[in-house]
Every structure is written in structure tokens, then in C-alpha cells.
């Protein structure tokens, strides 16, 4: 029993990925497929973009959105920040990310968030002053935030796990 979903090769044709740009807007689910062996050049609504060789890439789920991590805008308080959260899709290759910041002005972090809500450099990632953004190197998709101002890692709780009580059925204890 297929499902689909409304941004997917099956019922869009929009979505069959033949090799031309690609938009792809927030807060959506795709179902993609890639029907060439060439670039392409996926393109998000804040200007973002991933450029990446689909040569023998097979069907990928990406969702991308801006949801804020609560976490870390706690931790920062009058801190200006923007988040671009992908669900860690992987490509088959590198690709280049340029990752649009023009909505904020002065000096600009960039941070990966990482799966247990802890922050991270982004390996490689280099700020270009004439395109407004950071370009870095990647195969997967993750969540970002960049911000005007350093962060600090918000405080991650381990969670408790309680050892199960112990009986003795021969004692009774």
C-alpha cells in the first residue's frame, strides 16, 4: 500500500527532479526523485540553496522548516537568531550549501544543532560578504541556526532512568 505524499513524483510532476532548479518551500514534506545524472540545484524559500550531483541517487524524503529550537533561544536570551531545519536527509555526494542570512546584520555565527539539542561548528563553512551567507560543504541535510551574537549550548538533561526494585522470592526481600 504506496503512500503518498502532495509534494511526491507519483501525483506531482513538479517533484520528478529532471535536472532543472527545484523550490522547495517550509514547513513542507518531499517525496523527491531524481530522474538525471547531472546537478541540480535545490532551492528553499529564505534563498537557501544545495547544489549536488544526483548521479545515481535514489528517492529522498526531505522536510525542511524553520521551526525555533526552544532550548537554545532560552539559553540566549535578546539573542537574534534563525533557524533552517532539515529532517537529515542524505545525498549520495557532496554538495555545496549556501545558507541565505541576509535577515540579519553584523558579525554572524553559524551553528549545526545537533541531534541531542547541543550546538556545534559547521565544519568548513565560510562567510561571503557580497552573497550574504555562509557556504559550507555537506552530504546530509541538517538543522542550523545562525545568530548575531556567540551562543551558548543549552543545559541537556540526561534522562533518569531508575534501576527496576530488586526481589528475592526466597527471602521475601
Known sequence: FPVFYTNNWNNAEKFLVDGDEVDLKY???YALKFDCDDEVELTFDDESTFTV???GQGKLFVRFGTAADEAIVAANPGVKMHFVNFNGAKFNRVGEFFLNCE???GNLFLYQ???DGTLSEVAGAEWDESDEGFYF???VLESYVFADAELVNP???APVVEAPAVT???TGA
Open 168 to 170: 528475592n522470592p526466597t
Open 137 to 139: 560543504n555537506t552530504r
Open 53 to 55: 550531483d544526483v548521479s
Open 155 to 157: 543545559v541537556v538533561e
Open 103 to 105: 535577515d540579519l546584520e
Open 27 to 29: 514547513d513542507t514534506y
Open 113 to 115: 544543532v545537533n541531534a
